[in-house]
């Protein structure tokens, strides 16, 4: 190492490049031993399952598309379109609410309540889960505050449901667009819109030509990422509704933990697969978009 | 300028009542979760707030979470920071390789990461039970400390604490740094510990408080490999005691509000650019 300092002048470009080749593989090897070890063998055992029947007589395995086609037949493809809608209308009132709010704070001239709202939205955007659930049964649910006060049940109104799931995913979601589109609306330049008003644009004008498509991407990859953070949540669904509404992530654990029937197992990795095959689509169009809008934060 | 002012009173209107919504929906079932926690047939009682301490499990399942917090935290950190400052440094081929496989997890939820899990745990009893292996099979699922889920929670770490770290690095001159520490005499981990992680301090507070906030709050592995961390112990009393698994929660969440706003407090200030990620 020591010998390698005084050539730094000589070729500084060839000799850089050779010293700190050995440092940089030896420093990234372990991490990426580790992933291949806890998360490479698992996702392989996932893929593997998913492909394997079990003959229940005699334990003889055999690949085959059997589990994948179970997983999209009858109560597991009621499960997996139940979540795809779950995610889908949560994921869209998400964004509008979510970019209704953040253009609310973003133009506010009091720096405290953006502050507030932005370092709330951190917060809420990870509190999903267990605890998410709870403040809405104790708000909402069977015996919650409001429901009793408000007579909200003879008003047909169940916490159990569809829509009451969309509610309770709205508290992070929304957060979570605020956070996603904040960046954006601070990219808008204010000279855009005095350009657009000295040509005389009106205000719906302005937002219909200008703001909107420059924010689409932004809005599209806040969207996608909103579904996949709804289509992946377990822990709020499992908590608050049980099984009432068909989720795939609950057929998934019914699966695994043997409720439904014995050996389902292979199916719950066929449904996993499922899931990763959306995620991974989600990402696919994610990705791109979130590089394109990026263009016009810089 | 006339026109600009009175375009920007326009909107006003439609702008309180947006926040306004907004305050009402996210503040009503934070409020009313309070309520519902002491309230006790009419009149006020904070009994659900001060049985939590003796409850049955309590101390157990916070002990385990904060244990499993702490060493996945410690973990995390000491795969990744390495490794991030080193690519800094070269092998921009690695980088990208870096890249795609700290966002994979992204791509499998957890609840199909668990499923993988548990299929390679059974291989376990299956197909090694004569192999050193499955030692190492039973040692990481001991009841006392559930290693595997150290294992699973550093993977699902990866891609929050990548973003923190990339964040961080970013805004320093990691070869400047290093090679001002090398040319002073500093030996590469010296460089490393003393020139370039205080400049990161921001950045490895982030990335240590996301992964504190997602080992604590987790559910999904914990559950289904059927360990009792302390998301999983809210939900098991709350059959029997829905007063306190509300309490609880709020309590949880009052937590992660004030580590927060210390992190705001104390990462926030130096870096304006850091805050967009």
């Known amino acids: 190492m020591t010998t390698a300092l005084p050539r730094v002048d000589v070729a500084p470009a060839a000799s850089a490049k050779r010293r700190r080749r050995a440092p940089g593989w030896l420093a990234v090897v372990p991490l990426l031993a580790f992933t291949a070890i806890a998360f490479g063998l698992p996702a392989l055992a996932m893929l593997n399952g998913a492909f394997t029947v079990k003959d229940q007589a005699t334990g003889a395995a055999s690949y085959s598309g059997a589990n994948l086609s179970t997983s999209l037949q009858g109560a597991y493809l009621t499960a997996l379109l139940g979540s795809v809608k779950l995610s889908a209308v949560s994921a869209a009132i998400a964004t509008v609410g979510g970019l209704l709010l953040a253009q609310a704070v973003v133009t506010s001239r009091f720096r405290v309540l953006r502050e507030a709202v932005l370092t709330a939205s951190g917060v809420l955007a990870n509190f999903g889960g267990v605890p998410l659930a709870f403040a809405f049964v104790a708000t909402l649910g069977n015996s919650g505050v409001l429901t009793g006060r408000l007579s909200l049940k003879d008003a047909g109104w169940d916490l159990y449901s569809f829509w009451g799931l969309t509610l309770v995913y709205l508290y992070f979601l929304v957060p979570l667009m605020v956070l996603t589109i904040t960046p954006a609306l601070e990219g808008l330049r204010s000279q855009w819109r005095e350009a657009a008003q000295n040509n005389g644009a009106t205000h719906v004008q302005y937002w219909r030509h200008v703001a909107l498509p420059v924010l689409t991407p932004s809005l599209l990859g806040g969207f996608v990422l909103l579904f996949g953070s709804a289509f992946a949540a377990y822990a709020t669904a499992a908590a608050m509704v049980g099984s009432t509404v068909p989720l795939i992530t609950l057929q998934i654990a019914d699966a695994l933990s043997g409720n439904v029937l014995v050996g389902q197992e292979n199916v719950a990795l066929a449904l996993s697969l499922d899931m990763v095959v959306v995620a991974g689509l989600v990402m696919a169009v994610y990705l791109p978009l979130q590089r394109r809008s990026s263009r016009w934060l810089a | ?277």
């Open chain 2, 1 to 277: 300028m006339a026109r600009l002012t009175s375009s920007r009173m326009r909107v006003r209107p439609g702008r309180a009542v947006v926040l306004a919504a907004a305050a009402v929906y996210f503040l009503v079932p934070l409020a009313a979760s309070v309520v519902f926690s002491v309230d006790s047939g009419g009149h006020v009682t904070f009994e659900a707030y001060s049985q939590i301490v003796g409850a049955d499990g309590f101390t157990a399942s916070l002990l385990l979470s904060l244990e499993l917090a702490a060493t996945t935290i410690a973990l995390v950190l000491l795969l990744m920071v390495p490794a991030m400052v080193a690519l800094r440094l070269g092998a921009p081929k690695l980088r990208s390789v870096v890249a795609v496989v700290c966002s994979l997890p992204l791509v499998v939820p957890p609840i199909a990461f668990v499923a993988g899990i548990s299929t390679v745990l059974k291989w376990g009893p299956e197909y090694l039970s004569r192999t050193p292996l499955f030692q190492t099979i039973v040692a990481i699922q001991n009841e006392n400390y559930p290693f595997v889920l150290v294992l699973a929670y550093v993977v699902m770490a990866l891609p929050f604490v990548y973003q923190a770290l990339d964040a961080g690095l970013r805004a320093i001159d990691v070869r400047t740094l290093v090679e001002a520490a090398r040319s002073c005499g500093a030996s590469w981990p010296q460089a490393l510990v003393r020139a370039v992680l205080p400049n990161l301090r921001g950045a490895l507070l982030n990335a240590s408080f996301l992964t504190l906030a997602l080992v604590l709050g987790e559910f999904t592995v914990a559950h289904l490999l059927g360990y009792e961390p302390f998301a999983v112990w809210i939900v098991d009393i709350s059959g029997a005691q829905a007063q306190m698994s509300v309490a609880v929660s709020v309590l949880s969440l009052l937590v992660t509000w004030v580590l927060l706003l210390a992190l705001a407090a104390v990462g926030g200030r130096r870096a304006p650019s850091r805050t967009a990620a």
